[in-house]
């Protein structure tokens, strides 16, 4: 079902950030709530040159730089950092991020979805991109797949209810995922938690176990 035309445009970043975590992306999508830490940091200081919107040809290819990207069948808007053109045209969009890969798609979503957007702007299949990992100093490519494509669709289905809905899901239930995230502080995961199981806890508080007596 296409977007409501007078709804707000989802940003493409909040695809990644609900993958990551959902509350994550209900806090700075909704809330309006952002922090830095040494991650986001070092972030910013690798984006420095594809936040530039600087236009180059490398290696016969002409390389645009902060690429504004829209989707109106999606109801998409965001920027690539870095869309290489081939020399037949086709766009291969490479997103940048600080450190190493993750265990999860979290970025392969974001990068198919700037696939799925540069074909509805150019008109021309796109069938990889790559992830550029400042760690590694390497690049990965990213086939973008039926299954990736679907993904992006359901993603975006979500996050719309989600920011539409104005509700704040729990936590992540994964200390790795809350260590690393710039918004630990403003979330705080362990107060939450121990929130929640207080109160469940509180409604068995007067229960009689009967197997005892």
């Known amino acids: 079902m296409p977007p409501d035309p007078m709804a707000e445009p989802i940003m493409l970043s909040a695809l990644q950030h609900y993958s990551y975590c959902p509350r994550q992306c209900a806090l700075i999508h909704q809330e309006q709530s952002f922090d830095d830490n040494e991650y986001t940091l070092r972030g910013q200081r690798a984006h420095r040159r594809v936040d530039s919107g600087e236009i180059?040809?490398?290696?016969?290819?002409?390389?645009?730089?902060?690429?504004?990207?829209?989707?109106?069948?999606?109801?998409?808007?965001?920027?690539?950092?870095?869309?290489?053109?081939?020399?037949?045209?086709?766009?291969?969009?490479?997103?940048?991020?600080q450190g190493k890969r993750h265990k999860h798609d979290h970025d392969d979503i974001q990068l198919a979805a700037q696939a799925l957007c540069l074909e509805e702007m150019i008109g021309c299949v796109v069938s990889e991109g790559a992830i550029y990992h400042h760690k590694s100093k390497r690049r990965r490519v990213v086939h973008i797949t039926d299954r990736l494509r679907q993904q992006v669709e359901t993603f975006v289905d979500v996050v719309r209810h989600l920011l539409k809905s104005g509700g704040m899901p729990p936590p992540a239930d994964d200390a790795s995922l809350c260590r690393a995230c710039s918004l630990h502080n403003i979330c705080q995961p362990e107060l939450v938690g121990s929130r929640h199981r207080i109160h469940d806890l509180s409604k068995h508080l007067f229960e009689v176990d009967e197997s005892s007596q």
Do not use: H, I, M, W
């Open 56 to 97: 180059s040809t490398e290696d016969g290819r002409q390389v645009l730089r902060a690429l504004p990207l829209y989707s109106d069948r999606l109801g998409l808007v965001g920027k690539a950092d870095v869309v290489e053109f081939l020399p037949n045209g086709t766009p291969y969009p490479v997103e940048y991020k």
